[in-house]
């Protein structure tokens, strides 16, 4: 016998309020990485209970109500940029298969590897935050789950309904854009030229 | 194995899901190329740089809100 509406929601609530303990700040930040705008992100999130809280069937079929809700949140954060702010390259705009522009970027100039206090210092960190701008939003969002959360590449496609490939595409096309919005700020003045640049 | 190839599996290496001797190939590749050696590199630099940052908090007003929201009694 299936339990009374009453206790059905009641155990939903319950199952949201430990997410929210759990998982409370990866989706914040999943949110904000998506959206880059803490006020849209607070929003994208809080949609994103409200709307857990009233789809009785969302818990059905789901491995884990974490997944399920970054699914949500990601999906507001999205709705949400598409509603405020147009200018933003959306999912849809990205493709699923490397380019030969991807082939490019990775044959850029090379960082050169700097000592450790310069890597991880605070301007590298400032300088990865202003380079993740120029990722798209689905980018972003895989650079969040996979690289900064370190989840599976499996569990980031369900989470971002995309195919595993799609998520590896995404994943190394960011990257390439990141390595090369930062090698101006690793690469010295007196640094060598890349092969590419010697022969222009 | 040309460059373009090792660079379009390099995450699908990561993930351990090409055949084994697409690995090898790839791990030769590897081992005799400097510019993929140099890229790849500077991935695990990137890797490295966004492992230290600190990770963001959901704000406690939003966190407090929720909070509230979900402990009211079922309707």
Known sequence: MSPGP?????????????????????LYALALRTTRDPDLAA???QEAFASALEKAD???????????????????????????RRYEP????????????????????????????VLL??????????????????????????????????EVADILDLTPGAVRVHLH??????????????RGRDAPPSAEEAQT | MTCDELLR????????????AVCEELQ????????CQSLRGDLEALALICHSCAAPRMPEDVRQRLADRLAEPPR
């Open chain 1, 6 to 26: 009453d206790r059905a929601e009641a155990s939903r609530r319950e199952a949201l309020s430990r997410a929210l303990v759990e998982e409370g700040d990866r």
């Open chain 1, 43 to 45: 929003d994208a999130v």
């Open chain 1, 58 to 84: 969302g818990f059905r079929g789901e491995s884990r109500v974490g997944t399920w809700l970054h699914r949500i949140v990601f999906n507001k954060s999205i709705d949400l940029l598409r509603r405020r």
């Open chain 1, 90 to 117: 959306l999912p849809e705009e990205d493709q699923d298969e490397l380019t030969p522009d991807d082939d490019r970027l990775a044959h850029g100039a090379s960082w050169a590897r700097p000592p450790d206090d």
């Open chain 1, 121 to 154: 210092g605070v301007e590298a960190k400032a300088a990865l935050e202003l380079a993740l701008e120029d990722l798209t939003p689905l980018q972003r969002a895989v650079f969040e789950l996979r690289e900064t959360e370190g989840r599976p590449t499996g």
């Open chain 1, 173 to 186: 096309r960011g990257r390439l854009k990141l390595r090369a919005r930062l090698t101006d700020h690793f």
């Open chain 2, 9 to 20: 599996q390099l995450t699908e290496f990561e993930d351990g899901v090409l055949p084994d």
């Open chain 2, 28 to 35: 030769r590749h590897l081992a005799e190329c400097e510019p």
